[in-house]
Every structure is written in C-alpha cells, then in structure tokens.
C-alpha cells in the first residue's frame, strides 16, 4: 500500500447484538468459536433484534439499517447474525417485564423478534443468509428456529 488507502475488503458476516458489557467476552469466543474472527463487521444496540423493531427509538432502527446497507456494500458481506441474549435489560425496559424469570416465555419473546427481524431482513435483502441465536448468561448460544 502507498497510497494511503486500504485494500478491498471482504467480510463474511454482520453480527448485530446488545451492547451489554457482561456477554463481550462471551460474544467474541462465541464468534472466535465459529471462525469468524477477522471476518465480521459488529452492530452494537440495546436488546439486539428489539433495538431494530422498537418503536420507542426508531433512530436505533434505522441505524442497523444503515449499518447492514454499509456492511454490504462496504464488504460484501452474506450472512447476518442476529444474537439476542437472555436477561437482557432492553427487553426488561420495553416490555414492561422480567423475562429471565421465566424460560419460556423469555423464549418466545426473543424467538418472535428475532423472526420478525429475519423477514425484514430476507424482504429488503434477499440475497443475505439470516442466522437468529440467544445466547445465555453462561455464554452458550441456542438457534432459534
Ligand atoms: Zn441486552
């Protein structure tokens, strides 16, 4: 390089997930786990695939919006994960209760917005692959379908 500019790039995948400080850690092994290191451009916002639907603050919507827009003409990127978490205080906030007291529900409640996000995103960008995961406290991640 001698021209001061960086060489095209290319990344596999766009990770969106919550901004919570107690699952970095846990996040970067997750996508260390998957070998994606090097290879993914990150949206951090408050409850993940909430933070793309709630209309409490759609400038966080619209800011994964633009963000995908750039990840994919930036980098090309194919895939996007979308990684909600369990106990998250975002989903606490906006729905008025606290999930983490019961498992199922909590479920459900992650499952619904992460499915409703997958849609979108399949309807604007078809050619884009959409994985939908929670993650738990402890680190471990489960696909939801
Ligand atoms: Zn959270």
Redesign the pocket.
């Known amino acids: 390089m001698t021209d001061g500019l960086l060489p095209a790039a290319q990344a596999e995948a766009l990770l969106l997930h ?3 400080y107690r699952l970095a850690e846990a996040v970067s092994h997750y996508m260390r786990g998957r070998a994606l290191t090097g290879g993914y451009d990150v949206v951090a916002l ?3 695939s909430l933070a793309a639907q709630t209309p409490e603050h759609p400038e966080w919507a619209a800011t994964f919006w633009g963000m995908l827009d750039v990840a994919i003409r930036l980098h090309g990127i194919r895939r996007v994960l979308l990684l909600d ?1 369990r106990d ?3 989903y606490r906030l906006a729905l008025g209760c606290d999930l983490a007291r019961d498992h199922d529900a909590e479920t459900a409640a992650h499952a619904h917005h992460l499915r409703r996000l997958r849609a979108e995103i399949a309807g604007r960008y078809p050619a884009i692959s959409v994985e939908t995961l929670l993650m738990a406290l402890d680190g471990s991640v489960e696909i939801v379908p």
Do not use: E, R, S
């Open positions: 919550c901004i919570d408050a409850g993940a978490h998250c205080g975002a």
